[in-house]
């Protein structure tokens, strides 16, 4: 027997399928016994009636075939085609004429035979068959299909068959896009660097990915079926958890910054962004992505401490304070005292010492400020040497208290010999009438005139240091600045300086290296010739030694003086290039007494000259490196008196 097949177009609705199927086969049903009644009964009345009812039956039919999605074929014993409805005709792209009468083959081929013959082999045996199998057109295409066949039998004989034709080419594209999407789903998921968890509308954890394992130290196995917030939400976070899930579940997307709690109990920071699943308006779970915001929240919170903070005393900064000071203006916390607190001597510091001196300094300072203030004040370092600091609820009396405790603390420290010494001023504010800016200026006023008593102190008794610590890197040095401060003192007298201008020039001749603190102390004893770096540090001596002394007040004058005292008589000198009378006189009278017992005293790099050859250089370099006029008198008086 032949194979008589029916079709089914794409885009079926399964219900509607089952429906017509269900009426195609009650239809025919219906036939068998319309046609048996006909075959035994021989009263005209039933005749005509059976015959109306078989027209109905038969428009029924027909509105079945032309109204269905499927493709239908109707064949009659022989295999031959007696119906075919349009969606079978558009299936398979015939004209009705082309159909009626031909034998199944020649109209509808199989790719495969064997499988076509299986299909027709079991509805000759009067059994419906079903499968998904290719057929061709009338172009020879190939289209998808889903074929069902059933015989249809009256009594014992097969009569007929039925073929019904669905095309399924757009559902097997679909099927194979959702796989596709699936694959990309389950790649996305696997390997997604973030956590991924996806949960039920019960808030069950359905399943999470590699990278949910690594971030909360949890297996798959462990978390399937069990309550997430249960699993990953420490105690005090359990009620904003419980929110968040809740408001997922609404349909509300969700994202956030907040703490989880891994597997260990310990706390990671993370970023949550919590999604519903929602399916024809149903909401049936959700997923969460975390990702681990730890190193950046550590930044963040690096950064801000930065931002807020004096990167070398680890005190508030001045951005820190501006900001705080305006906070304080709103609160009206009273009394309030503003504590403006300024380091004597740090210039001075750094210009003899080097920065990392000064540096060293202000971090003291910071810690004298912390010991010496309460746990409730703010302090800040502004900038430079000057610090401030906010005492909130304290009065004048509390403030002049704790300030003396900090200049007592202050006292007690020193950097390698160098005095500590804060000059403090403060200012309360008492009621909301006052403004905090004035509050501000009238304690920083308050600073600068203590400021005026205690630094000129302080500096004296750095210059005193200063010299110690000269001297104790280079014990030639101190030999040697007081052989010059004599000598000078002597050439002073020589050309007649009243004894004020020679006490000053002792005090020149004893202070006219100090700037050679700043250079270190394998350059200064070298033993062998200095490089070209090494010269120029020591030629930078004349101008430390200037910026040192210019500090204190009454040795500005001096510090002229020794700022000049390497210049020459011809303006091939140094830093300036000086020359004759341009030279102070001071300068010119160092400059011997330095050369002489430069030349007649022993150094790292040669043995003492003789008196007489000292005085032939002298000589030889009057009016060119030296006053001609003084080289003279400090022979012929100085010398040889």
Same mark, same amino acid.
């Given at each position: ?314 005190? !508030?900064?001045?951005?820190? @304070? =501006?900001?705080?000071?305006? &906070?304080?203006? $709103? #609160?009206?916390?009273?009394?309030? %005292? ?109 600073? !600068?005139?203590?400021?005026? @008593? =205690?630094?000129?102190?302080? &500096?004296?008794? $750095? #210059?005193?240091?200063?010299?110690? %610590? ?172």
């Amino acid at each position: 027997m032949k194979y008589i097949e029916i079709c089914h177009t794409a885009g079926y609705n399964k219900l509607g399928r089952c429906l017509n199927m269900e009426f195609v086969l009650l239809t025919i049903i219906f036939l068998i016994l319309i046609i048996y009644q006909i075959k035994f009964t021989k009263n005209k009345n039933i005749l005509i009636n059976i015959n109306e009812e078989l027209n109905i039956q038969k428009a029924y039919l027909k509105q079945l075939l032309d109204n269905s999605d499927d493709g239908i074929l109707i064949l009659d014993n022989k295999d031959r085609i007696i119906e075919a409805n349009e969606a079978f005709e558009k299936i398979f792209l015939y004209e009705k004429e082309d159909i009626i009468g031909s034998l199944i083959n020649d109209i509808v081929a199989s790719s495969d035979m064997k499988d076509a013959c299986e299909i027709s082999n079991k509805v000759i045996r009067g059994l419906s068959s079903q499968t998904e199998t290719k057929r061709k057109r009338k172009d020879s295409t190939l289209v998808d299909v889903k074929v069902i066949g059933f015989p249809v039998i009256l009594e014992t004989n097969q009569v007929g068959m039925f073929y019904i034709y669905k095309d399924i080419s757009k559902e097997k594209v679909w099927k194979k896009e959702l796989k596709i999407h699936r694959l990309y789903f389950k790649e996305l998921f696997e390997n997604s660097p973030d956590a991924i968890c996806i949960i039920s509308s019960e808030d069950r954890i359905i399943d999470v990915n590699i990278a949910f394992e690594k971030l909360f130290g949890f297996s798959r196995e462990e978390l399937l079926d069990s309550l997430l917030n249960e699993r990953i939400v420490q105690t005090s976070l359990f009620e904003e958890a419980s929110r968040i899930s809740e408001d997922a579940m609404k349909g509300i997307v969700i994202g956030f910054e907040t703490k989880r709690m891994k597997k260990d109990k310990s706390i990671v920071d993370v970023s949550i962004l919590a999604y519903p699943l929602i399916l024809e308006n149903l909401q049936i779970g959700g997923f969460g992505i975390y990702k681990d915001i730890t190193e950046r929240k550590e930044f963040d919170r690096r950064l801000k401490y930065i931002s807020y903070h004096d990167q070398l005393t680890g005190l !508030y900064n001045r951005r820190f @304070f =501006e900001e705080e000071i305006i &906070r304080l203006d $709103t #609160i009206k916390g009273f009394p309030l %005292t503003i504590v403006m607190a300024d380091v004597n001597g740090l210039k001075l510091i750094n210009d003899s010492f080097g920065h990392s001196k000064g540096d060293e300094l202000l971090k003291e300072i910071a810690g004298i400020l912390e010991k010496g203030c309460r746990e409730q004040d703010v302090i800040a370092r502004l900038g430079g040497d000057e610090f401030v600091i906010i005492m909130p609820k304290t009065d004048s009396n509390q403030a002049e208290q704790i300030c003396h405790g900090i200049n007592t603390i202050a006292l007690k420290e020193s950097i390698d010999l160098i005095d500590i010494s804060i000059s403090i001023g403060w200012e309360t504010m008492s009621s909301g009438e006052e403004k905090i800016q004035e509050v501000i200026k009238k304690a920083e006023e308050h600073m !600068y005139k203590k400021k005026l @008593f =205690e630094s000129p102190s302080m &500096r004296g008794k $750095t #210059i005193n240091t200063i010299m110690s %610590t000269l001297h104790e890197k280079n014990k030639r040095e101190e030999q040697h600045s007081h052989r010059v401060s004599y000598l000078c003192q002597s050439i002073g007298k020589a050309i007649g300086l009243s004894e004020e201008e020679i006490k000053e020039l002792k005090t020149v001749g004893l202070l006219h290296d100090i700037g050679k603190i700043a250079i270190d102390e394998s350059v200064l004893n070298k033993p062998g010739k200095l490089t070209e770096d090494e010269w120029n540090l020591i030629k930078s001596h004349p101008e430390v030694g200037y910026r040192i002394l210019s500090t204190v007040n009454h040795m500005s004058e001096m510090a002229e003086f020794v700022l000049a005292h390497h210049e020459r008589w011809d303006g091939k000198g140094y830093p300036k290039g000086l020359e004759k009378e341009q030279i102070p006189l001071q300068s010119r009278i160092i400059a011997i007494a330095d050369a002489y017992d430069a030349m007649t005293s022993e150094r790292s790099y040669r043995s003492a000259l003789s008196e007489e050859t000292a005085i032939e250089e002298l000589m030889k370099n009057s009016g060119s490196q030296f006053d001609p006029e003084l080289v003279i008198t400090f022979i012929e008086k100085v010398l040889y008196l």
